[in-house]
C-alpha cells in the first residue's frame, strides 16, 4: 500500500506527498533548545499550515497575538499571516502534528537539508518569507 495513503505511525514518517494536497507529520521538541521558536517569524503567501498538540505545549506568535495551546488544542495559520512558534516549555518535551502543504514541506526539507545557508532565499524560491 502507497505511503500516501496509509502509515502505520506518523513518528519518523509522513502521510501525503507531493501528490496530496497536504503532509501530516508528527514532531517533537525535546524542551532543551536554545531558541526561542522552533520556527521564527516568517509567512507563506499561497499555503495553509495547521498544528495539533498531542503533549506538552506549543506557543505561537499569529499576526499580533501571541499564545500557547496544550494537549488537545489546535491552531489554523491562514495563508498571508505571519507567524512563529515553539516549545511553550523549554524544559518539558512537546510532541504536535503538523498539517501543511507540499510546498511547505519541500520548504522545511530545504531548511533543513546538509548545507543549507540562504535562509531567506530559501523561503523565497518556495512562495513564503522570511520576516525574523
Request: proline share 5%.
Amino acid at each position: 500500500m502507497s505511503s500516501d495513503i496509509f502509515v502505520r505511525s506518523l513518528i519518523d514518517g509522513e502521510l501525503g506527498g507531493e501528490s496530496s494536497d497536504f503532509v501530516i507529520v508528527e514532531w517533537r521538541d525535546a524542551g532543551e533548545g536554545e531558541w526561542e521558536w522552533i520556527a521564527p517569524l516568517h509567512v507563506h503567501h499561497h499555503d495553509d499550515e495547521a498544528w495539533y498538540v498531542l503533549e506538552g505545549a506549543l506557543r505561537f506568535r499569529v499576526g499580533e497575538d501571541t499564545f500557547e495551546t496544550g494537549a488537545g488544542g489546535a491552531v489554523l495559520v491562514p495563508k498571508g499571516t505571519p507567524h512563529a512558534y515553539g516549545n511553550a516549555n523549554k524544559r518539558r518535551p512537546a510532541r504536535y502534528l503538523l498539517v501543511m502543504t507540499p510546498r511547505i514541506r519541500a520548504l522545511v526539507q530545504a531548511l533543513h537539508a546538509p548545507g543549507a545557508g540562504d535562509y531567506a532565499a530559501i523561503f523565497r524560491a518556495h512562495a513564503s518569507e522570511l520576516l525574523a
